[in-house]
């Protein structure tokens, strides 16, 4: 289905913002008006770098090259629809969070790869930091546990390991960022103009942040035997802000403000309207990403599940905080069915396969290619297939493929209702996986609520559109979003009875807990 609509102009007043989504396996640029419908994209997929097994990079120039092929791909679409390009107003920014990048501070230019999320070569690292005096009070103080997931791991590895890397700290001329960190820095054309900030939702993933103060806190850079005075740190800056973040140097939007930013979690969370306590959100992406909005004070998590900041949009407002829960392996599963079993041509079949059969046949999935993250946190485990039996067919293992991040799913949401002591009583979602409706009714059978569905599903890229366009007054404030995005939603409702799901659960709990300890 094609989301994209042509508007007709019928005065030159109609304003646009233009939104940079940078994923993890490509990068997008999008164009939306006041309704928050997108009237021209364009998307680059860009090359992903294994090194060694476990290890996950890309080349920080070809993310901001891609980037700037995009912008000036979909303002070619924008322009042939007989828009005037003055209309947009702003432009945001969305990222993959704590893909890590380290340059030099005077030439700006990349000192390694970027190192993705994803990679796991720090998990020796981790567990030496584990030992670390004062590890067990990390949580407390940035909301996040010790593992290969936040960005601290990265630079330290890089640190530990590139001497182009260690040369450049010696010097002070080391510079530490995050996608949107270093985009923002090389969209304002690097070091001449030295635009180098990052938003609270962003630096919340790196585990220097203190989640109260919403600034980098000397305890945690201690910890990790950080030494400010040979790095540099971008500032932290609220997450919607008229100039903190510059103006594009480059593309034909050049001169157009960059005034918002949000990491992709937080920004589908902005997408999905979740201004309010109480409501959640799924994005079923390459991993996939549960948000649950807590309130203007962080909780923090003792089920195993992270606390973020959800936005900071400033002025008279307070930053809000959520409750993550993020699974490592979600769309990348059926991509690996696609690529390494040969199941399916292409991700988009695999609903229809999983329905050439009624059931999982018995089989049960666990998708730890990575390990398994949220609520369980355990590096070791690999994935396993358990209950595979001559009967088994191709459309079994489909199944249990898409059921595996539905079971993940129910797990973490049974946590965000222990910590927050609320249930939620329905789940927004979004992301490619979103598109199986066997998916998302599976979902709602396992979890007992309702999943909503817009029919627009760039939540993510509208809300960073919404961060940049709050700060120049396209929308006056939240309360004019509340009609954006609300046409042709689909709710699945659940269709299986408590006894059941719980029963399905149990086995999916119980294959977790043998797929232990196979990475060691």
């Known amino acids: 289905m094609n989301f994209l609509r042509k508007v007709t102009m019928g005065s030159t007043q109609e304003v646009f913002v233009g939104s940079i989504d940078q994923g993890t396996t490509s990068s997008r640029f999008l164009i939306f008006n006041k309704r928050g419908e997108p009237v021209a994209s364009h998307q680059l997929e860009f090359k992903q770098i294994y090194p060694h097994p476990g290890w ?35 432009v945001g920014i969305t990222n993959q969070r704590e893909t ?115 600034e980098y806190d000397d305890s945690l850079l201690d910890f990790f035997r950080i030494d400010t005075s040979k790095i540099h740190l971008p500032k932290i800056v609220h997450s919607s802000d ?75 407002t307070k930053p809000m905080y959520a409750l993550e829960g993020s699974i490592a392996v979600a769309g990348s599963s059926v991509k690996f069915l696609v690529d390494n079993f040969g199941f399916i041509d292409k991700s988009s079949e695999i609903s229809q396969l999983a329905e050439t059969v009624e059931d999982n046949g018995g089989v049960t999935f666990v998708t730890a290619f990575s390990g398994l993250f949220a609520p369980y946190w355990i590096d070791d485990a690999r994935g396993t297939i358990f209950g595979i039996t001559a009967y088994t067919k191709r459309g079994h293992i489909a199944r249990a493929t898409l059921e595996a991040t539905c079971f993940q799913t129910k797990a973490i949401l049974v946590a965000m209702e222990k910590d927050s002591g609320h249930k939620l009583s329905e789940l927004a979602v979004d992301g490619g996986m979103c598109n199986s409706d066997l998916c998302m009714q599976t979902q709602s059978d396992l979890i007992g609520i309702p999943v909503k569905r817009p029919a627009m599903r760039e939540t993510t890229a509208l809300g960073a559109a919404i961060a940049a366009g709050l700060a120049v007054g396209v929308w006056d404030s939240i309360d004019e979003l509340k009609d954006v995005n609300i046409e042709g939603s689909s709710v699945f409702k659940p269709a299986m009875s408590k006894q059941e799901s719980d029963q399905q659960f149990a086995r999916w709990q119980k294959a977790v807990e043998m797929s232990k300890g196979w990475a060691n």
Not at 264 to 282: E, I
């Open 56 to 90: 996950h990079e890309h080349d920080p120039l070809e993310i901001v090259s891609s980037v700037e092929k995009c912008i000036d791909g979909a303002v070619q679409q924008f322009q042939d629809q007989g828009h005037n390009i003055n209309t947009i107003k702003a």
């Open 100 to 214: 890590t990048v380290l340059w030099n501070k005077e030439t700006g230019e990349p000192l390694y790869n970027a190192i993705v999320w994803t990679d796991l070569r720090t998990q020796a690292l981790v567990r030496k930091l584990k030992h670390r005096l004062g590890a067990d009070k990390l949580t407390d103080i940035c909301g996040l546990p010790l593992s290969t997931y936040p960005s601290v791991g990265k630079l330290l590895w890089l640190l530990e390991n590139e001497p182009k890397v260690k040369d450049a700290y010696e010097k002070g001329v080391l510079a530490f960022g995050t996608i949107d960190a270093w985009l923002v820095y090389k969209l304002n054309g690097g070091p001449k103009r030295n635009i180098f900030v990052s938003d609270p939702s962003n630096a919340s993933r790196t585990m220097f942040m203190n989640l109260n103060t919403l």
């Open 242 to 316: 008229s100039s903190a973040y510059g103006s594009l140097t480059s593309t034909v939007l050049k001169g157009v403000p960059i005034t918002g930013c949000l990491g992709d979690q937080s920004a589908a969370l902005v997408g999905q309207k979740g201004f309010t306590p109480g409501l959640g959100k799924n994005t079923y992406g390459t991993g996939s990403f549960i948000l649950y909005n807590v309130g203007d004070k962080p909780v923090i998590s003792t089920h195993g599940l992270l606390t973020t900041v959800a936005f900071d949009f400033g002025g008279n």
